[in-house]
């Protein structure tokens, strides 16, 4: 019975059910999860192993970072979502979008029960935050960084919104994912970026839980947002958003590292310009570079030293030859050797 809840919550009321059937939302949610993890993730790790390097963590930056930057990222989150939800709504009412196709779109998301609000959270929150986050950010704006710098942040946004297929939500998905590209960029950690994600689906998960016949739906309460709270959200955010680039001012400078490449087959190139070195910020990363400055070091104070040795003749030692056996020292002179050339 459990199991039959879980795929499938029975609407308070069935005339405010939506066009989409329930079998039909839990084939839908079903291809949702599979797709994300088998079309978006799964290709993105051996894309990675395959031409960039044999560490997947560490290239992507997965990574642990400070509990107060995890903590910002989630604030902005929060603080940008009444923005980007007036934007939304504001289309809609310029458009004019039928009430219908405007229900049909939100079903997807719409839960009655408790155990559904559980599994819709895992399909339409926890999965797109690690599979989603891993491709565009870990994957997508990593390799554009290498190249582009903090341009990386603007295509992978922009490219971010228009992977979602919503014109009505393109300006908000646009505006998060520049947003989320950011505090991943500042904080060279994918955890960042990976909380937001979820802490936005999620909220909009739990504004669309209908418990009850006359709960409001997610475009019900995005038509009643005053401007004293748009006003304060734009403040909020860029409150939060300085404090967060100021925190992250340390993390933001890389370190460079030398990562294990995969190594290429004779007659195989690389797709990318793929330099040496790698830009990576971590603690491990810092001990690593200057355990191998010092080690270099070293090195390079031996080579001298044995050049030197090289060079340098040896010292002729005081102590007398020893006689051999059977043979007389011979002892020459400077001076014997001029008399007899003056001889002759």
Not at 234 to 263: D, G, S, W, Y
Request: proline share 6%; glycine share 4%.
């Amino acid at each position: 019975m459990v199991v039959q809840h879980l795929f499938q919550g029975q609407p308070a009321d069935q005339s405010q059910s939506p066009l989409l059937s329930h079998k039909s939302l839990r084939s839908l949610r079903l291809i949702l999860f599979f797709s994300q993890y088998l079309l978006i993730l799964l290709p993105s790790w051996l894309l990675i192993r395959r031409w960039h390097s044999a560490s997947v963590s560490t290239y992507i930056r997965l990574h642990s970072t400070s509990p107060a930057v995890v903590l910002l990222s989630v604030l902005g989150t929060i603080s940008l979502l009444p923005l980007s939800i007036a934007f939304s709504s504001m289309l809609v009412r310029k458009i004019g979008i039928p009430e219908k196709i405007l229900a049909a779109n939100n079903s997807f998301v719409t839960t009655y029960t408790p155990v559904e609000f559980a599994w819709v959270l895992i399909v339409v929150a926890v999965t797109p935050a690690i599979c989603e986050e891993f491709f565009f950010r870990g994957h997508f704006q990593r390799t554009l960084e290498r190249t582009f710098g903090w341009k990386s942040v603007l295509i992978a946004g922009v490219l971010f919104g228009l992977f979602h297929f919503q014109p009505l939500g393109l300006m908000s998905l646009s505006i998060l994912g520049l947003f989320f590209g950011y505090i991943y960029y500042r904080s060279r950690s994918i955890l960042t970026s990976m909380a937001a994600h979820f802490t936005n689906n999620a909220i909009v998960l739990c504004l669309d839980y209908r418990p009850h016949t006359m709960s409001q739906t997610y475009w019900d309460i995005s038509q009643k947002i005053s401007p004293i709270l748009l006003a304060g959200s734009f403040v909020a955010a860029i409150f939060v958003i300085a404090v967060f680039h100021r925190l992250t001012r340390k993390a933001a400078k890389p370190i460079l590292e030398t990562v294990e490449e995969r190594p290429l087959h004779p007659g195989e190139s690389l797709p990318l310009p793929i330099s040496e070195s790698l830009k990576i910020s971590s603690s491990d990363a810092a001990k690593k570079s200057r355990t191998s400055r010092i080690i270099h070091s070293k090195k390079l104070k031996q080579a001298k030293n044995t050049s030197v040795q090289r060079h340098t003749p040896a010292k002729r030692s005081s102590t007398p030859r020893k006689q051999k056996a059977g043979r007389p020292i011979q002892r020459t002179n400077t001076l014997t050797k001029r008399k007899r050339k003056r001889k002759k």
